[in-house]
């Protein structure tokens, strides 16, 4: 039984065959051959649950979210955007590779060669769609299941090279298609739109099993490929001369499929997943829905990995325990996130709080900015997506024991305003007032709750103080902001260097193995935020977009959250004086919305590039949190570039001691170099990824990306 979910890999992980043995063991694919395959409904049923493959992380060529078992998790293309960083880059370099210039022609590249794999393995089925013996209602959902994943996997490389050559039967070795050129990305576009068109009005719902592809994952992969499709041909004008004569569906007809699928699956469903009900830390709707063992019934998820103990098991939340972990938030993609009252953090209504430790509460209190002050405010009644992505700041007292820990309730009770709003992290000791957390690698369900605090390793050794930073020698606490922040790196685990480390599959239930996969909570593929935030898009770019709309899409998303709606009428020229001034200011709070709610998916990188923006997100300089009250030896020795570990804001360089006084003993931390002036940054060619050296060799039809020539 083991032995035959292993060798269906994302099948079982995706639940399309559960724990049915006789199931199962009618045909392991790892005797699967086309003589046998392809004789029945079951038998070409079972083929088909290898093609799920795509979505088992393994490739990275494919718009989020990607399931990735690793230390950058869900998040690798959001790192490429600029939204996230990855922390192993070292002191003083440009941590972007887009950014850093150092993006180059590959011999070989699994972005390119990948989906052909899949393509193939679809069009296997297609060729023998006619010999099982089945019904005619049968045969459709067959080949709808096979052109889907055709149509998907045209996608993936078409959002990547644009221009490709496009594969509707199996080739043999000597098929034309081997030796010919790309074909057009309004060919290509248009064959993906009738594949999918086609899926949605044949695929038989009343046969799909429980979590695999029926028409409305079909609608949700049609929406966000119309809107992806449409977007770029708008802004990056592309000429659709061609469209006319060959009668090729146009980007206006696009974002109009896309208003008509996704209204159709917005209303059909209506209700977002709240969370678990044991759990009471703010917006644990969104955070829970990537910490949730069982995501069947959950409403609104379309589609989703499921993970299965000791048959299919991950380690996205272990990494974000573990030294290995390598991805921060830096303070611009921080910036982003809203007020808990819905407004940017420099709207001129934007209030301020201040908090109450004896009765835990917040009032409306002094005026300061949220970029630029001590770690405990910029997080102080912000968005509770925030807190859900970035660990938020704290500080404990040790026992003189790795697991045991106690609340630490001195400096007037400052440290404990995020401890409140989450549930403590391990087994309460009433006699001694302590807490100690179990060891996450002996098993499930030790903590119930989902996110806790503090945090702590897989071996349950406790995590003293957030921030956990590399800018001190580890075990030297630096205090900061007259002792209310500290500054830490007693840990070498959960630790980076902008002060925003991700925990956005940090789970306190699921179990951790320092080795091993063990983690069983599932993971959405298809679902209908993604959906929501496609329909409000598409209406603002065909002139619809209005409260109606936003009730039905952003506020709903806005509710669900904790965060204040969005009133359209309230959005003028001034509404966020940090936007793009290219962006309308309506245009600019849809898509913030939508880089907020898809933070830690990899949706960034396809979204800046088909607005045509990567050059306005990647060419930010990464930088940390803020610290006001910082002396001259605040590093303590640790490898800098020669300063003092805060960056001057003018220079884009680490300041100096005597740069640092100028500037009050102020300022947020230094790693990373500015792109623009280290004389790197965007480059136009990189809005479509080169053709690898070797397909050319191998074609001489194919001809490189023209900017890559």
């Not at 917005?266 to 910490?291: A, V």
């Not at 300061?368 to 970035?390: E, G, K, L």
């Not at 898509?591 to 997100?617: H, Q």
């Not at 300041?655 to 790693?671: Q, V």
Request: negative net charge; hydrophobic residues 35%; contains cysteine.
């Amino acid at each position: 039984m083991k032995k035959i979910i292993q060798t269906l890999t994302i099948a079982a992980a995706l639940g399309l065959t559960g724990c049915n043995d006789s199931y199962l063991e009618r045909l392991p694919t790892d005797k699967v051959t086309e003589a046998t395959a392809f004789t029945s409904f079951t038998t070409s049923s079972t083929y088909l649950l290898n093609l799920y493959e795509v979505f088992s992380g393994a490739y990275t060529s494919f718009q989020g979210p990607i399931n990735v078992s690793g230390a950058l998790g869900t998040s690798t293309r959001d790192i490429y955007s600029g939204l996230l960083t990855n922390y192993g880059t070292g002191i003083g370099n440009v941590t972007n590779p887009y950014a850093a210039q150092t993006v180059s022609i590959p011999t070989k590249d699994g972005t390119y060669s990948n989906p052909y794999i899949w393509i193939r393995r679809a069009n296997i089925m297609l060729k023998h769609i006619d010999e099982p013996a089945c019904t005619d209602q049968e045969r459709l959902h067959l080949e709808a299941v096979a052109r889907f994943f055709r149509a998907y996997c045209h996608y993936a490389l078409m959002i990547n090279y644009g221009d490709v050559i496009y594969v509707d039967h199996l080739l043999d070795d000597a098929s034309p298609e081997l030796t010919k050129a790309r074909d057009s990305r309004l060919y290509v576009a248009d064959q993906i739109y009738k594949e999918l068109d086609w899926c949605i009005k044949n695929i038989q719902d009343d046969l799909a099993e429980p979590n695999t592809l029926n028409s409305d994952v079909v609608k949700a992969f049609m929406s966000r490929f119309t809107l992806f499709e449409g977007t770029w041909r708008k802004y990056h004008q592309v000429d659709e001369s061609e469209c006319a004569s060959k009668e090729y569906i146009t980007g206006s007809q696009l974002l109009n499929v896309c208003a008509t699928v996704s209204k159709e699956l917005i209303e059909r469903y209506p209700t977002l997943y709240t969370g678990n009900s044991q759990d009471t830390h703010p917006g644990k709707g969104w955070g829970e829905m990537w910490t949730t063992e069982d995501l069947q019934d959950i409403p609104g998820v379309l589609l989703y990995v499921r993970y299965v103990e000791n048959y299919k098991m991950h380690r996205l939340g272990h990494f974000e325990h573990i030294a290995s972990a390598s991805l921060e938030m830096p303070q611009s993609t921080v910036d982003l996130y809203l007020t808990k009252d819905g407004l940017p953090i420099h709207n001129r209504n934007a209030k301020h709080y201040d908090y109450n430790p004896a009765d835990k509460s917040y009032t409306e209190g002094e005026t300061y900015d949220y970029a630029n002050c001590n770690v405990y405010r910029t997080f102080r009644m912000r968005d509770p997506r925030m807190w859900q992505t970035i660990m938020p700041p704290y500080h404990v007292s040790g026992l003189g024991e790795a697991n045991s820990y106690k609340l630490d309730k001195s400096n007037d009770g400052k440290w404990m305003e995020y401890l409140n709003q989450f549930a403590p992290r391990g087994i309460y000791d009433a006699n001694n007032d302590t807490y100690k957390i179990p060891n996450l690698a002996a098993g499930y369900h030790q903590i119930p709750s989902h996110k806790a605090l503090p945090s702590s390793n897989w071996a349950g050794n406790y995590l003293k103080n957030v921030p956990n930073v590399a800018t001190c020698e580890v075990g030297n606490d630096q205090i900061a902001t007259g002792g209310e922040q500290l500054i830490y790196a007693g840990k070498a685990f959960q630790r980076g260097k902008s002060g925003y480390f991700v925990w956005k599959h940090h789970a306190a239930w699921d179990k951790q193995d320092q080795n091993n996969p063990m983690e069983i909570s599932d993971k959405p593929v298809f679902k209908i935020e993604e959906v929501m935030l496609n329909y409000a898009e598409v209406m603002y770019e065909l002139g619809k977009f209005d409260q109606p709309v936003a009730e039905l899409t952003i506020n709903k998303l806005r509710n669900r959250a904790e965060v204040g709606r969005m009133q359209v009428s309230a959005i003028g020229d001034d509404f966020d004086p940090d936007r793009d001034k290219t962006v309308d200011p309506v245009l600019w709070e849809i898509r913030r919305e939508r880089l907020i709610e898809l933070m830690g998916e990899s949706f960034s990188w396809e979204d800046v590039r088909r607005w045509k923006k990567a050059d306005y997100f990647v060419n930010k300089q990464p930088y940390g949190v803020y610290l006001d009250n910082v002396s001259a030896t605040f590093n303590n020795g640790k490898a800098t570039t020669g300063g003092t570990g805060i960056l001057n804001l003018t220079t884009k360089m680490e300041a100096s001691e005597a740069e640092l006084a100028t500037m009050g003993n102020a300022g947020h931390l230094y790693y990373y170099l500015d792109p623009v002036s280290a004389g790197k940054g965007w480059q136009e060619k990189y809005y479509l990824s080169p053709i690898p050296s070797d397909e050319l060799l191998l074609n001489k039809k194919l001809e490189q990306q023209t900017l890559w020539q």
